[in-house]
């Protein structure tokens, strides 16, 4: 049996790398998927300009480093889907009450801060900064998770960010040209919430899964 942490350089089981490839997949196109879809809960109080996306783009890249920096100390102390997996369903909750609350949100934002530059960052933060924080901890987890069976790190973060990244496109191109015109806003945003209902689950029936074995222990 491998210690913990030791690099053991073997293939990782076929059920881990596709719970983290895919779950890597399906959040990167919530991500990117919501900040598409935030700039139509933005747009009818603080307008559609480039003010606007500099505001969503910016906090959403926020979101994500703060998101990897926290997941990049959780390698350091646990290594644990399951905590990922936790986090996950806090955010799909944060999505749910999007379209409950969102409308009162932004006029609120509006009437404090204004339509300017402030208030645009301000409503971009409220609608994506707690909910794409939490989801930007899953890549620094599973990696750590998945180095556990090999020497070359840096291939396997390769990897997974990548694999995040094709999500991002696919969030992106789905969320415009599908699923907007289809199907609308709220719709879709209860849909992503149910997504990542559905990763929560797998990153914590993932763990389950492999308690037990000091090879493929991680936490």
Same mark, same amino acid.
């Given at each position: 049996m491998a210690e913990p942490n030791t690099l053991v350089d073997s293939r990782p089981p076929s059920l881990l790398v596709g719970a983290?490839?895919?779950? #890597?997949?399906?959040? *990167?196109?919530?991500?990117? *998927?919501?900040?598409?879809? *935030?700039?139509?809960?933005i747009y009818p109080y603080f307008g559609a300009g480039i003010?606007?996306? !500099? #505001?969503?783009?910016?906090?959403?890249l926020l979101a994500l480093a703060i998101g990897y920096f @926290? *997941?990049?100390? $959780? &390698? &350091?102390r646990h290594r644990s889907l399951r905590i990922v997996?936790?986090? @996950?369903? @806090?955010? #799909?909750?944060?999505l749910s009450l999007v379209p409950l609350f969102a409308d009162s949100a932004m006029l609120w934002i509006l009437d404090r801060f204004k339509a300017g530059a402030?208030?645009? $960052? !301000?409503? !971009? !933060? %409220? $609608? &994506?900064?707690?909910p794409l924080s939490l989801l930007g901890t899953l890549s620094p987890v599973g990696v750590a998770a998945l180095s556990t069976f090999s020497k070359n790190s840096g291939a396997t973060a390769g990897w997974l960010y990548g694999v995040? &990244?094709? %999500?991002?496109?696919a969030g992106v191109l789905l969320t415009t040209f599908v699923f907007v015109p289809t199907i609308g806003s709220r719709a879709i945003t209860y849909g992503?919430?149910?997504?990542?209902?559905?990763?929560a689950g797998t990153l914590a029936a993932t763990?389950? $899964?492999?308690r037990g074995s000091e090879a493929t222990k991680l936490n």
């Open positions: 983290v490839y895919g779950n #890597a997949f399906a959040i *990167g196109a919530v991500i990117m *998927g919501f900040e598409m879809l *935030g700039s139509r809960y003010g606007m996306w !500099a #505001a969503l783009i910016s906090m959403v @926290v *997941g990049g100390s $959780l &390698t &350091t997996g936790m986090l @996950v369903a @806090v955010a #799909a909750a944060y402030v208030g645009q $960052l !301000a409503a !971009a !933060a %409220g $609608l &994506t900064l707690i995040s &990244t094709v %999500g991002n496109i992503f919430a149910c997504t990542l209902i559905a990763s763990e389950w $899964l492999f």
